[in-house]
Nanobody
């Protein structure tokens, strides 16, 4: 059974940076497209960024220029570098396949909490 594990969250002041990591047991990311999502308190989970197996990345407008998704297939890990953080970035962050994946999505991991103070 696939288990996704997100890490790297924490408390940071506005303008600060964090790097999130996502690893998996029970599967190899390989050439699978992957994505980062986030869920803020009281809101629905939303897509933040996607990356193809070949490394082509896309980011939603609200994080474009501040966040960067990347992957290291040798380490079976996907990353999200977050710079210039804002209080509105406060959320639990999750990784998974993108919603458009023809293979569907994995079971959700526990996520990692990012809290940005003003």
């Amino acid at each position: 059974q696939v288990q996704l594990v997100e890490s790297g969250g924490g408390l940071v002041q506005a303008g600060g940076s964090l790097r999130l990591s996502c690893s998996a047991s029970g599967t190899i990311f390989g050439n699978n497209h992957m994505a980062w999502y986030r869920q803020a308190p009281g809101k629905q989970r939303e897509l933040v960024a996607t990356i193809t197996g070949g490394g082509t990345a896309n980011h939603v407008d609200s994080v474009k220029g501040r966040f960067t998704i990347s992957r290291d297939n040798a380490k079976n890990t996907v990353y999200l570098q977050m710079n210039s953080l804002k209080p509105e970035d406060t959320a639990v962050y999750y990784c998974n396949r993108p919603p458009s994946s023809i293979y569907g999505i994995y079971n959700w991991g526990k996520g990692t909490l990012v809290t940005v103070s003003s």
